[in-house]
């Protein structure tokens, strides 16, 4: 009988261990969210420790803007559409930061990707949501690239490109952004 305890508590320590190892599996998966310092992957692709894929839209001033030309600074690409309440609190909390920090430490991408909305959609959004820096345009084709599948998903990428904080569909805190951002 004896015996039988000590296996059975053998047992349940390694259930436990597995549990566990799995939990932390998921909390520290590439979300973003789990505060921890994520290695590199050094890989192209759209989760934490990517190095982000390159892509450029046509703003809604009808300028080609590429990614590549704010290397040297941070970006967050806010996956939105106007309607989308989620969206436009994060683009509240984004733009209180940017105007915080006086507007120059990091560049800001929203991308339209309901193909209902058109081009003067997205200019009443940047008028009434962002700033006249920001850029603003659509991204379908960014959209798949970053493997977008709920609205208000947001990237950040630091400085030499990597992404750094991914979420999908749950509005970033003001934290999450100024961690990355201010």
Known sequence: MAEEIKINKKTIWIVVIVIALIGLFFFFRNDGSSGGN?????????????IAPEFSITDVGGN??????????????????TWCAPCQIEANRIKQIDDETGGDKFVVYQIGIDSKENINDLKQFKSN???????????????????????????????D?????????????????RRYLA
């Open 38 to 50: 994520l290695a590199l992957s050094g890989q192209l692709g759209s989760q934490v420790g990517d």
């Open 64 to 81: 080609q803007i590429s990614l590549n030309q704010f290397k040297g600074k941070p970006i967050i690409i806010g996956y939105f559409a």
């Open 129 to 159: 949501q962002g700033n006249d820096d920001w850029v603003v345009g659509f991204g379908l084709d960014s959209a798949k690239q970053y493997n977008v599948r709920t609205l208000d998903t947001t990237v950040i990428l630091d400085k």
């Open 161 to 177: 490109g990597n992404v750094v904080y991914r979420d999908n569909g749950v509005p970033a805190t003001l934290e999450q952004l």
